[in-house]
């Protein structure tokens, strides 16, 4: 029940990130060229006598021009990395990553097991690592150290580091558990294609007779 709750969460949180900094990166992408777009056509009104194309043109670019959309880039850019960190955890929890498995499929059922499981525990310890690390260092940030335009606090906006990679640690060790337990991976796309006509990783343990 918590590990659905997890997923939902984990999904949801990408899904809202992605959204609202492409919506976002949008709105300013429309301002910037509004504006501009809007003085250069006022300039070419009023030089070739449209007065009241000119008098519209100038309206709209005093009413954008108002507008400060300075930090829109900023927070669009936070938010994608947010998305990466946590969409790197979905990623493991799929099977979408890429990986170059042409060794492993040549080996035999019983061989590729281990080679996947020492895998997935160099994945673990290495998120695992760079987890701590992130903690350490949003721990050691300075409390009045804020970002350039939306003046947020850095431990705040750095704190994806520590919790995406943590997570991705989380996800690696579920996919070890899998394995072990069910000799299962998660395969995505076209990979779950051919998974579904290749051996299983180990052989099933026959049960003894009577």
């Not at 020492?118 to 050691?140: D, H, Q, R, S």
């Not at 072990?180 to 579904?196: F, M, Q, S």
Request: hydrophobic share 55%.
């Amino acid at each position: 029940m918590l590990d659905r709750i997890l997923d939902r969460l984990e999904e949801w949180i990408i899904a809202t990130l992605i959204a609202a900094a492409t919506a976002l990166t949008f709105v300013a992408v429309v301002h910037r060229y509004g504006a501009s777009n809007s003085a250069a056509l006022g300039g070419w009104a009023k030089a070739h006598g449209h007065i009241l194309l000119g008098q519209a043109a100038f309206w709209v670019y005093v009413r954008l021009t108002s507008i400060n959309l300075s930090w829109a880039q900023e927070l669009a850019t936070y938010m994608f990395v947010w998305m990466a960190k946590f969409g790197a955890a979905l990623g493991v929890r799929t099977g979408i990553h890429v990986g170059v498995d042409v060794l492993v499929d040549r080996l035999a059922p019983p061989a590729r097991k281990p080679v996947i499981a020492f895998a997935l525990l160099c994945g673990a310890l290495f998120t695992g690592v760079i987890g701590t690390l992130g903690a350490i260092y949003v721990y050691e940030l300075d409390p009045d150290e804020v970002s350039q335009e939306l003046e947020w606090p850095s431990r705040y906006i750095y704190l994806c580091i520590p919790l995406g990679s943590f997570l991705m640690c989380l996800r690696f060790l579920q996919v070890l558990w899998r394995l072990l337990r069910y000799d299962t991976v998660p395969r995505h796309g076209h990979a779950a294609e051919i998974a579904a006509v290749t051996p299983p990783l180990a052989e099933p343990i026959a049960e003894p007779a009577g």
